[in-house]
């Protein structure tokens, strides 16, 4: 059954009205305000903490503010104008009041203090607020007004408030109970992946989540199947940026992916933040970082979308409003030209999972790839499928060390049916509790057994001097890796490749000299079946992420490009520009995101640039670009060489296939 959601041109809005909002809301301009700007869907504020209609529910605190128009007007004229509208709930806190009512709701840290932030009072999902009032509010609003979706913001286990400060797992009496229950266990002080009582506490956190959400689903379906639930028909994600957090500039690109990596049928909502953290709401990021944004957006998901405080009519800094409503307009313009895209990447990139911000090892991966301009897409582990496998080419495991059997026999099918595993760290060694295996969970490697962890090379070095597999190295051939290195035993038969010089004096500069190769490989190759694996034992991308050198980009791409013959796209585009590759039917797309104006951690207008070539597998008849650019196509044997002539911040180029 096809719902409103699928396939609708998504060009999101969120406003996160303030309670004054309310005060003067003039529902007619609000609405005229998003249609002008290209909006297709808004979402805003309905439920929860505060609510923005005259509810009937004693445990939800009534906005002060309700003398402008109703929630009802507005969302009357967004109707009228085109705009689906989408309700913000928040069931993480109640007001002070009421949690005097019921203190049995809140969140405890470990000595048994709840959390009050500006008289907002944190809630756990295991008390009866979430488990059980938030799905009556649910109830109420949603058969109150006609929405077309419902999202539930900040859900879940939070131990971090909105200064920062770490506050640990909640030890709420509700919680503590049913933890014995499960496991016979207390609950740990601090999140700890080491620990090995915390991974069953994380599994706990997983399946009181799971059956929340699953109550959630339940209830709304019952009102309509045409209310789109965030995280099961459309996925909500975020770029933004906050203080004292180093800044990731591939953050909207990625996101993306990833959602559409999983379900390409469902709308990726990659919400651009407009403020600069927590802190300063009403101040706006760079305008060149939130164009930037946008065309990722656009160019990874086919979509768009801004998330700012109050409407687009009172928002004070309007410095972003404009970058994004020309990547709006533009959308508007062309939605032919984004419906029913698909990857044609034959790339995937596995993320591991982790409860930390950022994966370096994964985040050194994707800059190389999109330096590179080799299409990838990018998949959680516990989403990967045999699916999602048979349309690629390559997979690349960055040190997933935390493997399971169906996991590991997963990609061991990928590869014996003719695939290829890139793999690096220690990926397989340990079991999804964290355990360490007796031998690696991936028998494509060929790794008989790990003789030791290093972890304290200072000087030691990988050698690519007269290897042709590694052309881009042949100028600087002594590759740096850094510390940790995986010594191991490998299979009869197992190609070695980058012997490494072993530690060598680093000063006084008369003796900054090696004597002698060690023979242990920085990669190594093993067939198993019809394909292979490549294994890298060190983390070449966390490397790279962390130091960023040439040197060390080159033995990436060569590993992608040589030993995988997944070749560049562009190979004479600079690396700052970002390449996708997409499936119209037929047909290809090709975008261009042009990120020149990335300063450290400063954004301003991109360069443009000129004359860019592109070496498309394939073979095209025509191609026309529609963001200003200029196109000319050849054919030569079974690829098509195209030239645009000139970039600026984002192009889309339409190849029809030759029949």
Request: one cysteine or more; charged letters at 20%.
């Amino acid at each position: 059954m096809a719902h409103w959601w699928n396939g609708y041109p998504w060009r999101m809005v969120q406003t996160n009205l303030r309670e004054i909002d309310m005060a003067n809301m003039d529902a007619a301009a609000y609405a005229r305000e998003l249609k002008d700007f290209g909006a297709t869907v808004v979402t805003l504020n309905a439920a929860g903490i505060i609510a923005s209609y005259e509810t009937a529910l004693d445990y939800q605190t009534k906005s002060d503010y309700l003398t402008g128009d109703s929630l009802g007007a507005m969302i009357e004229e967004c109707h009228r104008n085109g705009i689906r509208v989408i309700a913000r709930t928040d069931f993480s806190k109640v007001r002070y009041p009421i949690y005097e009512q019921h203190p049995d709701w809140a969140y405890r840290d470990r000595d048994g203090n709840i959390l009050n932030y500006n008289g907002d009072v944190q809630c756990c999902p295991n008390g009866a607020y979430q488990q059980e009032k938030m799905l009556e509010i649910l109830k109420e609003v949603l058969t109150r007004f006609p929405f077309d979706g419902v999202f539930c913001n900040m859900s879940g286990f939070l131990v971090v408030d909105y200064s920062g400060v770490y506050h640990g797992p909640c030890h709420c009496e509700n919680c503590r109970r049913k933890f014995r229950a499960k496991f016979g266990l207390e609950i740990p002080e601090k999140d700890d992946p080491q620990n090995p009582d915390y991974l069953k506490y994380s599994a706990f956190k997983g399946m009181v989540t799971r059956a929340q959400k699953q109550r959630l689903v339940e209830t709304v379906r019952a009102i309509s199947p045409e209310i789109a639930i965030n995280g099961v028909d459309y996925i909500r994600t975020e770029s933004g940026t906050e203080l004292g957090v180093p800044q990731w500039q591939l953050s909207a690109s990625s996101n993306c992916r990833l959602t559409v990596g999983s379900d390409p049928s469902r709308p990726a909502d990659n919400a651009s933040v407009d403020f600069l953290g927590f802190r300063y709401r009403e101040t706006s990021v760079s305008p060149a970082q939130m164009a930037l944004r946008q065309w990722q957006n656009l160019a990874n998901a086919g979509s768009t979308s801004l998330y700012i405080m109050g409407t687009l009519g009172s928002h004070s800094d309007r410095s972003c409003l404009e970058p994004s409503r020309r990547a709006f307009q533009f959308y508007a313009a062309h939605e032919a030209l984004y419906r029913g895209l698909s990857s044609a990447a034959r790339v995937l990139l596995v993320h591991k999972g982790l409860l930390a911000r950022s994966d370096p090892e994964v985040d050194g991966w994707i800059r190389a790839l999109t330096a590179g301009h080799i299409p990838f897409d990018e998949v959680k582990l516990s989403d990967l499928t045999p699916e999602l496998l048979a349309e690629k080419e390559v997979a690349v495991l960055p040190d997933a060390k935390m493997l399971g059997d169906s996991q590991a026999a997963l990609l061991d099918g990928f590869v014996q049916g003719g695939g290829t595993l890139v793999a690096t760290g220690e990926t397989g060694l340990y079991t999804q509790t964290f355990q360490p295996r007796a031998q690696q969970a991936l028998q494509c490697i060929g790794m008989k057994a790990v003789r030791e962890k290093q972890h304290d090379h200072a000087s030691a070095v990988f050698y690519a001097a007269g290897d042709s597999r590694f052309p881009s190295c042949q100028a600087a051939p002594q590759i740096a890796f850094g510390s940790d290195y995986l010594l191991a035993d490998y299979e009869e038969g197992t190609e070695k490749l980058l012997p490494m010089i072993p530690e060598h004096p680093f000063g006084p500069p008369e003796r900054c000299y090696y004597t002698e190769l060690s023979g242990e490989p920085g990669v190594v190759i093993h067939s198993y079946g019809k394909g292979k694996a490549v294994y890298l034992p060190w983390q070449v991308g966390t490397f790279y992420c962390q130091e960023g050198y040439q040197n060390t980009l080159n033995v990436m791409l060569d590993v992608i490009g040589s030993l995988c013959a997944q070749p560049s796209l562009a190979p004479d585009l600079h690396p700052t520009v970002e390449l996708t590759w997409k499936k119209q039917g037929e047909d290809r797309v090709l975008q261009l995101v042009n990120a020149s104006g990335c300063f450290a951690n400063s954004y301003f207008p991109p360069l443009p640039m000129n004359a860019l070539r592109f070496v498309l597998p394939g073979r095209f008849c025509s191609a026309e670009a529609y963001h200003g650019g200029r196109v000319t196509v050849e054919t030569a044997g079974e690829r098509t060489e195209l030239v645009l002539d000139r970039l600026e911040e984002y192009e889309i180029i339409k190849l029809e296939v030759e029949k």
